[in-house]
Every structure is written in C-alpha cells, then in structure tokens.
C-alpha cells in the first residue's frame, strides 16, 4: 500500500455486511467438549526457541506453500479477513468492523485458524499467543517477530517498529472503551483505540484492513483484542454482551475446519471461550459465563488433554 495509513482508513476499509446470505447450520465444535481448556499464552514470556513460536512458524511456511484457492493456505485465511486478490471465494473479505460483530467475529476466525494451525503445524495442543501491548513492558513487536530470518517476520511493516520502536502509551489505552458498559459503544471505540491505532502503528500491511492478516503479528494482536473482551465483561454486572439482540446472537459467519470444510458459527456459539471454544488466556480472571439458553447445560464430564 503507497502513502500513510491513517486509522480512519485502516476502519473505513471495511464495510462489510452481516453476511445475511451465508447458508448453513451452525455447528457446534464437538470435540470441544469433554476437553479441559487450553491456555493461550503471552508471547511476552516466550523466546525465539518456544515450542509455541517454532510451531507456529512452521504452519506458516506450510501454509504458503498452499495455493491460495486452498482454505488451508496462508492466503486463503487472510483473505478471510480482507484481500485485495480479484477473484473472491467463500469467505473472503468478510471481517466484520465498524459494527457490533467486531469482537464476535473476530473469536471466531481466530477459533478456526487456531486449529488449522495446529493441523499444519502438527502439534494438537498448540495455542495461540497473545501479545500484551497494553502491559508497559511489551510495548514493542516481539524480538521473535522482528528476527528477518524468521517465518514470524515481515518487511511489510513501519521501518520503526522492525527496527524495535514501542506503540505509544495513548495507542495502547483501553480505558475509555471499558468505561462504557454499553457493548457497542465500547466495542466501537474499541475498535479505535487500542485496535486500530495498534494496526497503523506497526504499519505495512497491517495498516489497512485488506493486507492486515497476512503479518504473523496479526493473530496474536488480535488474540490481546479478545483476551480484552473478557476483561472488558468482567468489570461487573453492568457490562454485558448483547444477549437481548437476536441478529447479534444468530447472524452465522462462514469459516473452514482442519479438513478444508465450511463451518459456521455465531454470536451464541461464542459466548464463553472457557466452556464453548476451550480456550481460557494465561492470567486472565475468571470468565464470565453468559447463556443464550434460557437454561444452563448440565457440567460436562471433563477429561485432560494437553
Ligand atoms: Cu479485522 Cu484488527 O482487524
């Protein structure tokens, strides 16, 4: 992308709709149940050499050398989120911004992704990371991702944040998002500050929405993005999802399992990373565990994994 990238840009790129076309049943992860919860770790503790980081470049690699009519490839999954690729196929282009999907969504394209990696990368517990821009230690991109001999690494990027710059304290706030208990409200300025003033300030393709996913970085940015969602819901009572908004819980959005098979999910499906998606982040207080059903199931039987 020539010239700067504003963060009106980076958020106006994106309009896509609710994806009121999209078929099919939601499907509900069953082997998701039964399973304890995975931790999504901070990348902050972690060297070049972690487990996690060498797994997760080698599904990188694995997926490039995918074509990109491949749900499974690099680019196919970033397409999901945006492209700028002509021929459009299932999905592409459907993240969700500037609307009250932002924080639903984007769970759930991280839920998927998270298991094609560990598909690719042939670790079944692999987790994604988080990368705590908000913690005034972690303020620069990690070493790992700025290494140019890495698959972590990109040249598309600000020159400044490759070379080891810190995002700027006001970039990183969260506050005047969670200080709003309405779910839209917060989630739209949200999606201002930290999210988007994160994006233009690492830059290059992160910059603006049809490049973004194609940085390593971006999952993990957004791993931090969900991981403050729970935050976000667990100030109090008052802070709430949309539960009363039936287009907000039933709208299905399409992405792909391990196998390269269309799946969808929605806003209900995604509820409590803990119990539905099996996932909980490393040092995170309790989730809060909202319904979409007027009763609760049952406890599931847990058996270790991982
Ligand atoms: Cu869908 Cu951070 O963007």
Known sequence: MAGPVTRRRFLAASAAGAGSALLGSALFPSDAWG??????????????????LTAYGRAIQAMQALPATN???????????????????????????GNYFFWSWHRMYLYW???????????????????????????????????????LYTANRSATMNGGGSLPATDVSYASSFSQTNFTT?????????????????GGWMGSV????????FYLHHANCDRLWDLWLAQGASWVDPLTDNTWKTTPFTFFNKSGAQVT??????LRAAQQLRYVYEGEPAQVDEYCLKFKPPGSLCKKCC
Not at 188 to 199: D, K, R
């Open 35 to 52: 399973a304890m919860p995975r931790v999504r770790r901070n990348v902050g503790g972690m060297n070049a050499y972690d487990p996690i």
């Open 71 to 97: 749900p499974l490839s690099w680019a196919y999954q970033a397409a999901i989120h945006g492209t700028l690729l002509g021929s459009p196929q299932v999905a592409w282009n459907t993240c969700q911004h």
């Open 113 to 151: 992704f998270e298991r094609i990696i560990r598909k690719m990368c042939g670790d079944p517990c692999w987790t994604l990371p988080y990368w705590a821009w908000d913690s005034p230690t972690e303020r620069q991109i990690p070493a790992p991702f700025r290494d140019s001999s890495s698959p």
């Open 186 to 202: 917060a989630s739209l300025i949200f999606q201002g500050t930290p999210h988007g003033a994160v994006h233009v300030d690492v």
């Open 210 to 217: 049809p490049t973004a996913a194609q940085d390593p970085i």
């Open 265 to 270: 999910m929605t806003g209900c499906d995604v």
